[in-house]
């Protein structure tokens, strides 16, 4: 039942696939209805949607701002219709959510769990990724909301809520750190560690401040999943850097969790991120005041810091 009108339709597919012979053939029906299709927009906005090449069709910075709203229409249609069938006592609607691995140790999966107390009609589908897909997935429309870590201000997402979560390094009960208040990083840099991969928020600060004190570290175990770095660590395999998300539950019991003091992990925020300009239903709503209830208010964070 699309609710977004055809020429809007056709338009998208051409963007797509870069050619109206294609996006015809895909929705069996003759290049020229689309052209006419296009031509009509065209006229009615002023300016041309695409660049025209003998090997296709690139969208202009008129066509990429029409298609940015094509989209949103299309989820808020997709919304709309969501809500109308929930309140038919069978129905039901699905939230996408995309988060990075902080979050789904124990933050998203609670949220979720008390949202269908409030809404027992509702779904999920969990994505656990990396930051910059999970940020990529809500600003292009495939994901209602992202729980990610961030660095810097995103300008193509809006941000619902952004504070600094606490670094913690995670060793064992027995591990010479474990009986420290807090740790200093050329200290904890004196141990092996087991980190996250380069590319993610948590690893770039870690690199950057080891610049910055000269210092090198040994790196026992390279991992992007919570589990099995805990259980290297619980094994005695040495120590890990983690964030304040969730620390207290889950596969890390019987860990020591001692603070890291260095400024430089201030600039890594946890996000709540949605699409600009979409719709949210009741239920998303609810979802995302539930995710933020679960993270450090915004006051929290260090003067000057922005999203």
Same mark, same amino acid.
């Given at each position: 039942?699309?609710?977004?009108?055809?020429?809007?339709?056709?338009?998208?597919?051409?963007?797509?696939?870069?050619?109206?012979?294609?996006?015809?053939?895909?929705?069996?029906?003759?290049?020229?209805?689309?052209?006419?299709?296009?031509?009509?927009?065209?006229?009615?906005?002023?300016?041309?949607?695409?660049?025209?090449?003998?090997?296709?069709?690139?969208?202009?910075?008129?066509?990429?701002?029409?298609?940015?709203?094509?989209?949103?229409?299309?989820?808020?249609?997709?919304?709309?219709?969501?809500?109308?069938?929930?309140?038919?006592?069978?129905?039901?609607?699905?939230?996408?959510?995309?988060?990075?691995?902080?979050?789904?140790?124990?933050?998203?999966?609670?949220?979720?769990?008390?949202?269908?107390?409030?809404?027992?009609?509702?779904?999920?589908?969990?994505?656990?990724?990396?930051?910059?897909?999970?940020?990529?997935?809500?600003?292009?429309?495939?994901?209602?909301?992202?729980?990610?870590?961030?660095?810097?201000?995103?300008?193509?997402?809006?941000?619902?809520?952004?504070?600094?979560?606490?670094?913690?390094?995670?060793?064992?009960?027995?591990?010479?750190?474990?009986?420290?208040?807090?740790?200093?990083?050329?200290?904890?840099?004196?141990?092996?560690?087991?980190?996250?991969?380069?590319?993610?928020?948590?690893?770039?600060?870690?690199?950057?401040?080891? +610049?910055?004190?000269? @210092?090198?570290?040994? /790196?026992? $175990?390279?991992?992007? #999943? %919570?589990? *099995? &770095?805990?259980?290297?660590?619980?094994?005695?395999?040495?120590?890990?850097?983690?964030?304040?998300?969730?620390?207290?539950?889950?596969?890390?019991?019987?860990?020591?969790?001692?603070?890291?003091?260095?400024?430089?992990?201030?600039?890594?925020?946890?996000?709540?991120?949605?699409?600009?300009?979409?719709? +949210?239903?009741?239920? @998303?709503?609810?979802? /995302?005041? $539930?995710?933020?209830? #679960? %993270?450090? *208010? &915004?006051?929290?964070?260090?003067?000057?810091?922005?999203?």
């Amino acid at each position: 039942m699309p609710l977004v009108p055809a020429a809007l339709r056709y338009f998208r597919e051409v963007a797509r696939t870069g050619s109206i012979a294609v996006a015809a053939a895909d929705h069996h029906i003759t290049p020229s209805s689309i052209s006419r299709q296009i031509a009509k927009l065209e006229s009615e906005i002023g300016r041309p949607l695409f660049h025209r090449h003998p090997r296709g069709m690139t969208l202009t910075e008129a066509g990429r701002r029409l298609l940015a709203h094509v989209h949103r229409s299309e989820l808020d249609a997709s919304a709309l219709l969501a809500d109308i069938r929930a309140q038919d006592p069978a129905g039901s609607s699905r939230i996408a959510v995309a988060c990075t691995e902080g979050f789904a140790h124990s933050v998203v999966p609670q949220a979720m769990s008390r949202l269908r107390r409030i809404h027992p009609a509702i779904t999920f589908r969990l994505d656990v990724v990396g930051r910059e897909e999970a940020t990529r997935r809500v600003a292009e429309g495939d994901a209602d909301v992202a729980a990610t870590f961030a660095i810097g201000r995103q300008e193509d997402v809006s941000v619902d809520h952004s504070a600094v979560v606490p670094t913690y390094a995670a060793v064992r009960e027995d591990h010479p750190l474990a009986s420290r208040s807090r740790v200093g990083f050329a200290e904890l840099c004196g141990h092996p560690l087991a980190l996250s991969s380069e590319g993610a928020s948590q690893r770039e600060l870690f690199d950057i401040a080891a +610049r910055i004190e000269r @210092v090198e570290a040994t /790196i026992a $175990l390279e991992c992007d #999943r %919570l589990a *099995p &770095v805990y259980e290297f660590v619980r094994s005695g395999g040495g120590a890990a850097l983690v964030s304040g998300l969730g620390i207290a539950s889950g596969p890390d019991s019987g860990l020591v969790h001692v603070p890291l003091a260095h400024p430089v992990f201030d600039q890594r925020r946890a996000q709540i991120q949605t699409m600009i300009g979409r719709r +949210r239903s009741p239920a @998303v709503a609810d979802f /995302i005041n $539930l995710l933020v209830s #679960r %993270l450090p *208010p &915004v006051e929290d964070q260090p003067p000057g810091a922005g999203s």
